[in-house]
Structure formats: C-alpha cells, structure tokens
Nanobody, 121 residues
Framework: QVQLVESGGGLVQAGGSLRLSCAAS????????MGWFRQAPGKEREFVAS?????DYLDSVKGRFTISRDNAKNTVYLQMNSLQPEDTAVYYCAAASGSYHYTRSHEYAYWGQGTQVTVSS
C-alpha cells in the first residue's frame, strides 16, 4: 500500500508556473505508475499526466506540463508552465500497480487528498 500527499498548489496569474509535488510513503513510488488528475467545479475528474517507463499527457497540457519522478525521494512532480484559467482545478496525485498507459481514474487504486490550483486571468 502507498500513501500520497500533494503540495505546491496555489494562486497564479495566467502565463505563470507552478510545480506540484507528490510525496509517497509505504511501498516505493517506483513500483507504481504515478499519475496526476484534476477536477474542476462541476466537471468530471480528468487525466493530466502519468509516468512509469514512459510518460503520457492530456493533449491540452502537452508542451506546457512535465511529469517527473525522483525515486530517491519517493516523489513525483508536475511542472506546470504557461498556466491558463482553464487549468484551474483541484489536482490529485494517484498510483496504479504496474507499468501501462493508465489514463482512467478507476485504474488507480491510491489517491492523495488533492491540492488547489487557481489561475487568474
């Protein structure tokens, strides 16, 4: 089992940057596919990015967001650049067993509590 704690959210102006962190405890994060999802008010939770031996991204964040992991720190990051108001959401870190192109929330067994990202125009 793994426990996940996100940090790094906040308020930023359009065009700005934030870096989210997800600290994992329990089994090492390197054993899992790690993902980031987001949920805006009134909308369904959507996949943003994932990482194992490869990375996957939501089309609308490609070229702006970068997912990475530091196995020594058991931490996964989401670097978000050129943020836009439509990126405003609660961002969740998640872990899925195995290495695959997991992009659906039900494929992830473990979730963090979420961190709010607000982008002002």
């Amino acid at each position: 089992q793994v426990q996940l704690v996100e940090s790094g959210g906040g308020l930023v102006q359009a065009g700005g940057s934030l870096r989210l962190s997800c600290a994992a405890s329990g089994r090492t994060a390197s054993s899992y596919t790690m993902g980031w999802f987001r949920q805006a008010p009134g909308k369904e939770r959507e996949f943003v990015a994932s990482i194992n031996w490869f990375t996957d991204y939501l089309d609308s964040v490609k070229g702006r967001f970068t997912i990475s992991r530091d196995n020594a720190k058991n931490t996964v990051y989401l670097q978000m650049n050129s943020l836009q108001p439509e990126d405003t959401a609660v961002y969740y870190c998640a872990a899925a067993s195995g290495s695959y192109h997991y992009t659906r929330s039900h494929e992830y067994a473990y979730w963090g509590q979420g961190t709010q990202v607000t982008v002002s125009s």
